[in-house]
């Protein structure tokens, strides 16, 4: 029997994202180089942050761009750990995170069109949670 979801802080989707940015602010940023300081770092930290917290946001349009900065921040995250080798295990895990988070992503914004209507087109079809795009393991 599934938990009955009362508030944002329910979604595992929103769990998973808030646990992944504070492991990335806390233990991939502080190991990136200062020259990094005004792009990488910077970018990442945004769109990690901004995940849960449009996640909490909870409308349609916010789940799209929490969609959205979460598959900007598995770039960032595979830049760090392909240019820097900055905690390749970690990072491979954060990205797996941040993938399985997409996908939720998606499915918790189709699921939204049946509770009223969108503001955008309708774009869902059927997902495979088994099958992600991203490689994890390729360097």
């Given at each position: ?18 646990y992944a ?17 005004f ?15 449009l996640?909490?946001e ?5 789940l ?16 760090t750990?392909?240019?820097?080798n ?9 990205i797996?995170?941040?993938?399985k988070?997409s ?7 189709c699921?939204?069109?049946s ?25």
């Amino acid at each position: 029997m599934r938990k009955r979801i009362r508030s944002f802080t329910d979604l595992e989707v929103y769990q998973n994202t808030y646990y992944a940015s504070v492991t990335v602010l806390t233990k991939i940023l502080l190991k990136l180089p200062k020259s990094e300081r005004f792009d990488l770092v910077d970018q990442l930290r945004r769109s990690a942050k901004a995940i849960p917290r449009l996640i909490a946001e909870g409308f349609q349009k916010y789940l799209d761009d929490a969609a959205g900065e979460s598959n900007e921040t598995i770039v960032s995250l595979c830049h760090t750990r392909d240019v820097y080798n900055v905690e390749p295990e970690l990072i491979t895990q954060l990205i797996d995170t941040y993938d399985k988070a997409s996908r939720q992503l998606y499915k918790l914004s189709c699921a939204w069109e049946s509770f009223g209507p969108r503001k955008t087109k309708p774009r869902c079809s059927k997902v495979d949670d088994n099958v992600s795009p991203f490689e994890t393991d390729q360097r």
